[in-house]
């Protein structure tokens, strides 16, 4: 496999994985339940290791797509930056998951405060994986590029036919 196929690979844990933890730390909130809020910060560190892997396997796959035909170099610099903020806020919130299971095991008072914190931090790593997804989709699908639907949009069928129809009459 080269570099793009293990981006393609890896790139989708690190989205995918948050959502799962996220509903598994609300539903361990409101079910009390200790062992489900454990296996929510476990997969918040899996899914900071996974964005590890993504980020090394992007370097790789820029180089091998950036020459390609209908790739503009302007759409990977910006999914780039954006999956850096993407990968800091996981590795943000893996870091505090670490932190949050050992305050659990340990039943420590302050584990309900690194609780609050791991779901609003994961709300916002929740944001950046939408934004990094997309964005990432639009080097390759012109189609989802926001100024491709908004011209998309502009230009209409209707607008099409009073043009041929024009055309016609000259």
């Known amino acids: 496999m080269n570099d793009a196929q293990l981006h393609l690979a890896f790139n989708h844990a690190p989205i995918i994985l948050p959502i799962v933890g996220i509903l598994l730390l609300i539903a361990g909130l409101f079910l009390k339940s200790e062992v489900i809020k454990r296996a929510a910060y476990c997969i918040f560190i899996v899914a900071a290791l996974s ?15 950036e020459e390609l035909p209908g790739v503009d170099e302007h759409f990977i610099k ?58 990432g989709g639009e080097i390759r699908h012109p189609e989802i590029r926001e100024t491709q639907a908004n011209s998309a949009i502009s230009q209409s069928p209707k607008d099409d036919e009073e043009d041929d129809e024009e055309k016609s009459n000259d």
């Open 78 to 135: 910006t999914h780039e930056e954006i999956a850096e903020v993407f990968a800091i806020s996981l590795y943000l919130l893996g870091a505090l998951s670490i932190l949050g299971l050992w305050a659990n095991w340990k039943q420590k008072w302050y584990s309900k405060t690194i609780l609050m914190s791991a779901i609003l931090l994961s709300l916002v790593a929740l944001f950046y994986a939408k934004r990094t997804g997309t964005s």
């Open 51 to 65: 964005a590890l892997f993504a980020m090394f396997s992007g370097e790789g796959a820029e180089e091998l797509i």
